[in-house]
């Protein structure tokens, strides 16, 4: 997949090479009596300087698929199935221990939904954030203790000073998140993934997060990868969207063009469970039913069972994700109903 002109225009380093690319990437979650396909044939490509969200329910694929970038999959039991991911060209999945152990402490970094989770509670904030420059860029004490002062002046953290020599549980929640981003920032990474990243914490907090995020992508030119439920989110922040249900993108495109005319049922679904300002009280619509047991999918259509259009086809015949525009992609078998269908 290309990214749509749009998109491309809203990129501030002019590139035709994605930073990263998922090819076919396939995986799967191996139990003792069970395999879950957590993941199934998706591809995706991001540029630098560019946000791509990923969108889609718990137990969609999103998370996973951000592990496997990271060399992170649980052990034993996750599995890279089949597909490749492509880093600036580099299959990551075929890299030497000693090359991946150097690519992602320089060019990949996440932070997670739980800032606290991912913290030492028994070290400074201060030693946290310097421990990749201590030992990745051999800098002195000094030289490290400056470094981390200023990233944690850069992602808003006041008193910085002071603060360094504190523990996280000295730290409010949106303040822990702003350490995990300070310590994902450390190597000037190339890509970021941000799993869910505000997800634990109030609007307007959520809402600073996202802007420094934003202001730091700015000044790096990094790719993002955005993982959320949240649609509000995704539409303030990304450029492009993919739309994951049950491990299969079901559509892709541009930000604006896929909130504004969604081409999946799926995806019309989720927009009709955002708050509007002509609501007047009514309730808000979710959609019917649950996400399927990845270990034993529906046939046909995974989304079937939850679908106001589905039909004997879409119960026997698997839908291919196929470009319906330029820059749009979705499988849907009626992807150009839903597309002209003006009352969703
Ligand atoms: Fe619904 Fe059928 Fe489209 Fe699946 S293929 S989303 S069941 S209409």
Redesign the pocket.
Known sequence: MKATEASKDKNKLPSDEPLIELRNLSLEFHSRKKVAKAVNDISLDVYRAETVAILGESGSGKSATALAIMGLLPKPGGVISGGEILFEGKDLVKLSEAERRKLYGESLSIIFQDPLSALNPVLTVGYQIGEALRKRKNLSKKETEKRVIELMKLVRIPDAENRYKQYPYQFSGGMQQRVMIALALAMDPKLLIADEPTTALDVTVQAQIMRLLKDLQNRNHMGLILISHDLGVVAENADRVAVMYAGHI?ETGDVETIFRNPA???TVGLMASIPSSTQNGERLKSIEGLPPNLADPPT??A??PR?????E??RQKE?VLLEILPGRKS?????ED?LNDKSF
């Open positions: 079901v999946h049922p799926y046909g259509c989304f079937h679908c106001f259009m589905a039909t086809l879409c839908p499988a849907c078998h009626f992807a839903v």
